[in-house]
């Protein structure tokens, strides 16, 4: 079945699209070698600042990885029929997330072989390493589910029993990547912005809002480039699910305000301050903070409505205004927002380097391209089925 993925087609826009992949990743690979000779010094990080872009978009695309569990758990659990065409799409996107996710580590660790260590030296008191042993099962987990029910489809017969039982164990195996990612934040008692019960929660809604909004747009693009249309009906039950995940998300964040400023714990209240207005005469992220104020606003003014939730158009954009906006609130100022203040009430500024600029782009070429090579496969697959299945009708209709 790889085949479908490797053999070159008369498509030049796909593998042009490949090609400019590839270069990406080669730019980043090229950093990444300069940042393993001379160390993260390269970076923007410091002492008070030892999490910043890498670490904010392994958070970032664990929720992407965790959305899957939107389009599996109703379908398998809930017979919700429209979702059957684009389960094994999610399936496909939630490895290329957590992929991505386990490069952030290892780019973020400065020593690639400081990851065996967690394995060859377990601490199992430690939240990383539970982290990493999720996310690993996970990545396992989705690329069996995936693989053995598109092999099964494009050979036209029912996947094996056993593949059903590894779907169910996904379910709550995909609640658990980001519970335990949020714990990595939530168990350290010097950060009063991190120290919160509700950080699972609302990582998991937030969750449950950007990745269903990326399976849109991609559902979107498959349908213009590769023919593929995963059903009206499937598209508009996501975008119910986007709707009231992101509506819980935004109210999860806005609730924070009352938490700190009514409370007036200083440790938190200066977290807001220092992402929404500037403390202590930094500002460097006030301005993306606002746009992610009004992009979610925006996406949720598109998303109640059920007439802008069900026009194509204003969906795109909605859908796009949410991964925007996630983005920048997790992938981007959560981190760095909890690390903003020091123990000595100082606050050290943070800019990405260059360095880390490229290799993050060349680790979403990488996803992006993997995710690429997977579609091109469910697309040939999903071709193949739906002939097969034409002419069997027709076959039928003529013995009639």
């Known amino acids: 079945m790889l085949e479908k993925a490797l053999i070159k087609e008369n498509n030049r826009i796909f593998w042009y699209w490949i090609l400019s992949l590839v270069v990406l990743v080669g730019v980043g690979f090229n950093s990444?070698?300069?940042?393993?000779?001379?160390?993260?010094?390269?970076?923007?990080?410091?002492?008070?600042?030892?999490?910043g872009l890498y670490i904010g978009q392994f958070t970032f695309f664990v929720g992407v990885a965790a959305s899957a569990v939107m389009l599996v758990l109703p379908y398998y659990l809930h017979n919700v029929k429209e979702f059957?065409?684009?389960?094994?799409?999610?399936?496909?996107?939630a490895v290329s997330a957590v992929i991505m996710c386990m490069l952030f580590i290892i780019v973020d660790m400065g020593m690639p072989m400081r990851v065996l260590n967690m394995f060859l030296y377990p601490t199992f008191n430690s939240p990383m390493f539970w982290d990493a042993t999720v996310l690993t099962g996970y990545l396992l987990l989705n690329i069996f589910i995936g693989w053995n029910v598109l092999e099964a489809e494009s050979k036209g017969?029912?996947?094996p029993k056993w593949?059903?039982?590894?779907?169910?164990?996904s379910i709550p195996w995909a609640v658990s990547i980001h519970t335990v990612t949020a714990f990595l934040y939530a168990g350290l008692p010097g950060r009063h912005y991190w120290l919160t019960a509700l950080i699972a929660p609302k990582f998991l809604a937030s969750a449950f809002a950007t990745g269903p909004a990326l399976l849109i747009l991609i559902c979107f693009l498959l349908k213009k480039f590769a023919g593929f249309d995963a059903g009206k009906k499937a598209i508009q039950k996501l975008a119910l699910i986007i709707t009231y995940a992101m509506s819980i998300s935004i109210f999860m964040v806005a609730v924070e305000f009352f938490t700190a400023f009514f409370s007036q714990v200083p440790?938190?209240?200066?977290?807001?301050?220092?992402?929404?207005v500037g403390a202590h005469g930094y500002s460097q992220f006030v301005a993306i903070m606002?746009?992610?104020?009004?992009?979610?606003?925006?996406?949720?003014?598109l998303l109640i409505p059920r007439k802008t939730r069900e026009n194509d158009k204003t969906l795109i954009i909605a859908c796009?205004?949410?991964?925007?906006?996630?983005?920048?609130?997790k992938g981007l100022t959560f981190v760095i927002g909890g690390l903003s203040e020091n123990p000595f009430g100082e606050i050290t500024p943070y800019i990405p380097g260059i360095?880390?600029?490229?290799?993050?782009?060349?680790i979403w070429a990488l996803g992006i391209m993997i995710a690429s090579l997977f579609y091109k496969m469910v697309v040939s697959v999903k071709r193949e089925s739906d002939f097969a299945n034409a002419s069997f009708n027709k076959q039928e209709m003529r013995d009639c």
């Open 32 to 51: 990444y070698l300069h940042q393993l000779d001379q160390g993260l010094t390269v970076t923007g990080l410091s002492r008070d600042i030892s999490w």
């Open 84 to 93: 059957g065409r684009i389960t094994v799409v999610g399936e496909f996107l």
């Open 157 to 159: 017969v029912n996947p």
């Open 163 to 169: 593949v059903k039982t590894l779907i169910i164990i």
């Open 267 to 276: 440790g938190h209240m200066v977290t807001l301050q220092y992402l929404f």
């Open 290 to 301: 606002w746009i992610f104020v009004i992009l979610a606003v925006l996406a949720l003014g």
């Open 320 to 329: 796009i205004f949410v991964f925007v906006s996630m983005f920048i609130e």
């Open 355 to 362: 360095h880390e600029v490229l290799i993050s782009i060349g």
